[in-house]
């Protein structure tokens, strides 16, 4: 973090919200800089930093399409988030280019209010660095979150059964209103019951063909329209309508080539002929059946395999990565601090 965040009056970028810890840490080491606590090691400053002092006016903008996660580390930040030091915006990080572009518009020529952080327009035009040259460090932790593999209704995890759906964002994204209560209560978790109902049934629109799969398909573009188009709708595609709807050679190469699956032109065989796939025990158990005797690490590694590639194929995670990074050359001021972890499975 020392290296990533080095001038006290900079924008920082939080692709990932998640839980809030990286923000968190960001705002933390914004305080430690303004109070003047930053180690000393000229490696944790660039040369063309524009420290200004003790007094810090460094914010952390934070993006996230999952609703539970803008809830949760809106509380957990409430204290950066009255102060004016941290926003949040419900956006998928490959939009991150729109969302500063549309908020240095909107925005910067006149002032915000923190209350006002956590939504579209001119909310954030206070989190954009007004000289134009782009924020001073992006971090992305790729991958699914701690809070999203506990929550079994969130079907990402092959440990309880739960709802095929592996979604991101499962909801309508929240309000500024709704971030700015969620910031100020206890809070619930927010997830419809009417989100496993719907990524059981799968979604028959969404069927492909082998010809349309190449690389990704119109189906994965089409999942992605909502959060591209900043709408306000979840998308469509479940891990329910992946199992339970594609053709043996697309459900394998999301097996191989995202799940990097050695046996994945037999697992995949086996899924079709047992369709329809019920829920995340079913898809464990045929999984199961298609691996020889072994130890118990071996097949959770295959299970691992199975889930991580399903999860990529139903967020589209290969295309939004090329596409932050793609913003990344663009929002980066020279000298700045691009921060990626490794994708968690």
Same mark, same amino acid.
């Given at each position: 973090?020392? !290296?990533?965040? %080095?001038?006290? @009056?900079?924008?920082?970028?939080?692709?990932?919200?998640?839980?809030?810890?990286?923000? =968190?840490?960001?705002?933390?080491? !914004?305080?430690?800089?303004?109070?003047? +606590?930053?180690?000393?090691?000229?490696?944790?400053?660039?040369?063309?930093?524009?420290?200004?002092?003790?007094?810090?006016?460094?914010?952390?903008?934070? $993006?996230?399409?999952?609703?539970?996660?803008?809830?949760?580390?809106?509380?957990?930040?409430?204290?950066? /988030?009255?102060?004016?030091?941290?926003?949040?915006?419900?956006?998928?990080?490959?939009?991150?280019?729109?969302?500063?572009?549309? @908020?240095?518009?909107?925005?910067?020529?006149?002032?915000?209010?923190?209350?006002?952080?956590?939504?579209?327009?001119?909310? =954030?035009?206070?989190?954009?660095?007004?000289?134009? $040259?782009?924020?001073?460090? !992006?971090? /992305?932790?790729?991958?699914?979150?701690?809070?999203? !593999?506990?929550?079994?209704?969130?079907?990402?995890?092959?440990?309880?059964?739960?709802?095929?759906?592996? &979604? *991101?964002?499962?909801?309508?994204?929240?309000?500024?209103?709704? $971030?700015?209560? %969620?910031?100020?209560?206890?809070?619930?978790?927010?997830?419809?019951?009417?989100?496993?109902?719907?990524?059981?049934?799968?979604?028959?629109?969404? +069927?492909?063909?082998?010809?349309?799969?190449?690389?990704?398909?119109?189906?994965?573009?089409?999942?992605?329209?909502?959060?591209?188009?900043?709408?306000?709708?979840?998308?469509?595609?479940?891990?329910?309508?992946?199992?339970?709807? %594609?053709?043996?050679?697309?459900?394998?190469?999301?097996?191989?080539?995202?799940?990097?699956?050695?046996?994945?032109?037999? *697992?995949? =065989?086996?899924?079709?002929?047992?369709?329809?796939? +019920?829920?995340?025990?079913?898809?464990?158990?045929?999984?199961?059946?298609?691996?020889?005797?072994?130890?118990?690490?071996?097949?959770? #590694?295959?299970?691992?395999?199975?889930?991580?590639? =399903?999860?990529?194929?139903?967020?589209?995670?290969?295309?939004?990565?090329?596409?932050?990074?793609?913003?990344?050359? #663009?929002?980066?001021?020279?000298?700045?601090?691009?921060?990626?972890?490794?994708? &968690?499975?």
């Amino acid at each position: 973090m020392d !290296l990533l965040v %080095w001038d006290p @009056n900079g924008v920082y970028v939080d692709g990932t919200l998640g839980g809030g810890g990286h923000s =968190l840490a960001i705002c933390e080491r !914004l305080d430690e800089l303004a109070a003047g +606590n930053a180690p000393s090691e000229e490696a944790a400053v660039p040369a063309d930093s524009s420290l200004k002092g003790p007094k810090s006016t460094g914010k952390c903008l934070s $993006l996230d399409r999952d609703p539970e996660a803008l809830a949760t580390a809106s509380r957990r930040l409430a204290t950066h /988030l009255a102060s004016g030091r941290w926003a949040c915006a419900a956006a998928d990080f490959r939009t991150l280019e729109a969302v500063l572009r549309v @908020n240095h518009s909107s925005g910067s020529s006149s002032s915000s209010s923190s209350s006002d952080s956590g939504g579209g327009g001119g909310a =954030l035009g206070h989190l954009v660095p007004s000289d134009g $040259l782009g924020v001073h460090g !992006l971090l /992305l932790d790729l991958g699914v979150s701690s809070h999203q !593999l506990d929550d079994r209704k969130r079907g990402f995890s092959f440990r309880d059964d739960g709802p095929l759906d592996m &979604r *991101m964002g499962q909801q309508a994204v929240p309000s500024p209103e709704e $971030l700015r209560d %969620w910031a100020t209560s206890s809070g619930s978790s927010r997830t419809s019951s009417s989100d496993s109902e719907d990524c059981e049934k799968g979604n028959k629109d969404s +069927n492909i063909d082998d010809a349309s799969f190449g690389d990704l398909g119109d189906e994965l573009s089409a999942s992605s329209d909502d959060a591209d188009s900043g709408s306000s709708s979840s998308s469509s595609l479940t891990a329910a309508t992946i199992v339970n709807t %594609w053709p043996v050679s697309a459900l394998e190469r999301v097996l191989r080539d995202y799940g990097e699956e050695p046996r994945a032109h037999k *697992m995949a =065989l086996r899924i079709t002929e047992a369709r329809p796939i +019920n829920g995340t025990a079913h898809l464990v158990d045929l999984v199961r059946s298609c691996l020889p005797p072994g130890p118990p690490k071996e097949k959770r #590694k295959a299970l691992t395999r199975v889930f991580q590639g =399903l999860r990529i194929a139903v967020n589209d995670e290969m295309a939004a990565l090329e596409a932050v990074l793609e913003a990344a050359a #663009k929002v980066v001021r020279p000298g700045g601090d691009l921060k990626e972890k490794p994708t &968690r499975t």
